[in-house]
């Protein structure tokens, strides 16, 4: 048989990112264009008993490295277990999510094992038994297909969101196998772990986003960006503009320097659309523009526009979502 | 407290990208070309340091001549010293060659602690830190929006999904900065910064200076390459919702487009 597909599942507070399915989804399309198996790398502490889980997202196989020492994600521990278990598997190809640690763990795997990496892709096919990427460049304002050089392993990290998420096969169960690898000494180490609590949804992983910009005029008037997004259930964010006003956190800020989002629908709020910031929310899959300048470059990415003061629409808006919510549920 | 700082030019963030007429690569001719932004957060985290506890600030970077001008920059916001790894045969490598120069580089200066941005904003390879820690065989923090040290350790505060995490390494280690402009908020060069800029050393390296071939970091090393290029899909012009109608009636047009037509709401 010809060589596995192996993913790397990460996993937080006890369980699977959804991310990691998304991954094992996407590994499951690979190994099938490839006529082969797919394995999975589960790396922590107290993680064995959920390991067989990820059977139902197409995984045969999950090694499992489950020791105290693994307790918190650091890229000194992290690294030699999973690269111990990917020279086991031999993989033709190495998947895992271009979350932050997932990135993180990449590169420093891909120096470790001398291998290729491609962060972020969007997209993995395989053509003639060869794996291609495609993954954004410039935040987004290209696009670059890269290849493997013959006999490299290509490493890939797939952009949360994108990859489609297969129906879980609920009473499919994968085979789990533990290894034991020995964890160097770390001379780093995890001081403090504070999870945000509040519910607060994540700007690289919410499915809508409300965003204010310059036209917020203040940080007072974000309660009206922050109610709309309670009522959607939506994450939010900010341009630029509003972050160096010191209007809001710099971890909101979308565009080339901040964040890159990919969400089924963007609103912007009193943003006129610079550049850099068209490159960080450009993919959104719908895109709605409030803003009273009818000329703001934004509208030329909006599928919806509004030229209107937002502080007479948004109010206005947000009853009309709420009654539409109260309606529809 | 000896600091260096991996250093990397890039285009301008307000640049227009187009794709040149090999398919892959884009037109550099119209660029504005400027620090990596997350890079001259690490200058100024680097600067920060040295205020601290004194030492020196060596950024390293690579690429062709252009190149000087940013460093300059890096010196005149305060830094000491310069190194330029200006060797053709890194075109066309991948991002573990160009690791393996700067690692090499960094060792000959063998600082107490490595700084660099987290990523680029050209190719956002997001790799460049990780790999050169690994190859230097020294533990790394990635994403620091804090820094500090006390001399023998560094710690940062990093955001992750959904939250923070504080960590620390001893030294020696890089630490890969994130943040923003509004967290670093990034000093200026100053005029007499400038002039003395021009007289601080900076020293032009070839690979074989560093001990390297190009056949380990060169672009025949290379195991991941670009092979082509191409624009996002051009949004189709979406539609104003005005007509006759009043801010109720947008809004309620709005509503249910979001609703009945891209069925997302």
Known sequence: MSKCVCIIAEFRGGNFRRVSFEVASEGRRVADSLGTSLCAIVVGAGIAGKAAELGRYGVDKVYIVDNPALESYLAETYVPAVAEVVEKCDPAVVILPASVDGKDLAARLSARLGAGLAQDCTQVVCENGTVKAKRPIFAGKCFAWCEWAEGALPVVSCRPNVMDCMAPMEEKKAETETVECSIPEARSRVLGLDLDTSGKVELTEAEIIVSGGRGMKGPENYTMIEDLARILGAAVGASRAAVDSGWRPHADQVGQTGKVVNPNLYIAVGISGAIQHLAGMGSSKYIVAINKDSEAPIFSKADYGIVEDLFNFIPVFKDEVEKFKSTCT | ?265
């Open chain 2, 1 to 265: 407290m000896n600091i260096v700082v991996l250093l990397k030019q890039t285009p301008d963030t307000e640049s227009v990208i187009r794709i040149a007429g090999d398919g892959k690569s884009v037109v550099t001719s119209d660029l504005k070309w400027i620090i990596n932004p997350y890079d001259e957060f690490a200058v100024e985290a680097a600067l920060r340091l040295k205020e601290k506890h004194g030492g020196s600030v060596t950024i390293v970077s690579w690429g062709p001549q252009r190149v000087v001008e940013s460093i300059r920059t890096a010196l005149a916001m305060g830094a000491d010293s310069g190194v330029l790894v200006d060797d053709e045969a890194l075109e066309g490598s991948d991002s573990l060659g160009i690791a393996k120069a700067l690692a090499a580089a960094v060792q000959e200066l063998s600082p107490d602690i490595v700084l660099c941005g987290s990523r680029a904003v050209d190719y956002d390879e997001a790799q460049r830190g990780p790999m050169v820690a690994e190859l230097l065989g020294w533990p790394h923090l990635a994403l620091g929006v804090a820094v500090d040290s006390d001399g023998s350790k560094v710690s940062i505060d990093r955001p992750i999904e959904g939250g923070k995490v504080t960590t620390e390494a001893d030294l020696p280690a890089l630490v890969t900065l994130g943040g923003s402009h509004a967290v670093w908020s990034p000093r200026y060069a100053s005029l007499p910064g400038i002039m003395k800029a021009k007289k601080k050393p900076l020293a032009a390296k070839k690979l074989s200076d560093l001990g390297l071939d190009s056949s380990e970091c060169g672009s025949g090393a290379a195991k991941i390459s670009i092979i082509s290029l191409e624009m996002p899909p051009q949004r189709t012009p979406g539609r104003i919702i005005d007509g006759d109608l009043d801010t109720l009636g947008k809004a309620q047009e709005l509503v249910r487009a979001l609703h009945d037509e891209a069925k997302v709401i």
